[in-house]
């Protein structure tokens, strides 16, 4: 992780509440891993992103030998998911599953219930800010981590400001555990 844990910019005011630092990524990966109904939420900024074993969505597939994981892609990334032969990928408008996450009674895209855990990744920085703010707020029984390289100040938890290597490295032990826990 970072050597230093900075947490935002200086003059972003997100409220109160802001998020934690992950410490490391073991901590991120034993957090998704003891959540009973986890939703990863893949955003479009995704195939920019260089992993180790490709791009996020690369590691979103492997992330979903994890059973108990859904995920779930927005914009036009469910056809990616599609086209490396994954069709169990939900599909999905940003906002509008906001709006879903928000409302208690909705059994989520398996029809199994709401969800505990919510994990974004891959999104533009302002959409995601935006999003967890709504959910900081009308949604506060639900957990929310960020796993981009920016400090996400309206998440419960986010793996804070790193360099490109430290964050590849944080996502390949977040996955290689989530593939362990299957």
């Known amino acids: 992780m970072s050597a230093k844990n900075r947490t935002g910019q200086i003059a972003e005011i997100a409220g109160p509440k802001h998020a934690n630092i992950f ?8 957090m998704i891993c003891s959540a009973k109904r986890p939703l990863l939420v893949i955003g479009s900024k995704s195939l920019e992103m260089e992993t180790r074993d490709g791009d ?10 994890n059973k108990k994981l859904s995920v779930v892609a927005t914009a036009h990334l469910v056809g990616e998911f599609r086209k490396r032969g994954v069709d169990k990928a939900f599909s999905m408008p940003l906002f509008v599953l906001g709006k879903y996450l928000t409302d208690l009674d909705w059994k ?3 029809g199994k219930g709401h969800y505990d855990m919510v994990i974004f990744a891959g999104f533009p920085y302002y959409m995601e800010w935006l999003l967890e703010s709504g959910l900081k707020n009308f949604a506060i029984k639900l957990r929310t981590a960020s796993l981009d390289r920016t400090y996400q100040p309206n998440a419960q938890w986010s793996l ?3 360099p490109v290597p430290d964050w590849q490295e944080s996502i390949e032990k977040i996955v290689s555990s989530l593939e362990e826990d299957a």
Request: net charge positive.
């Open 23 to 30: 410490p490391n990524a073991k901590v991120a990966a034993n």
């Open 56 to 65: 996020l969505v690369d590691s979103a597939i492997r992330a979903m030998k």
């Open 160 to 162: 804070g400001w790193m």
């Open 108 to 110: 989520g895209f398996d």
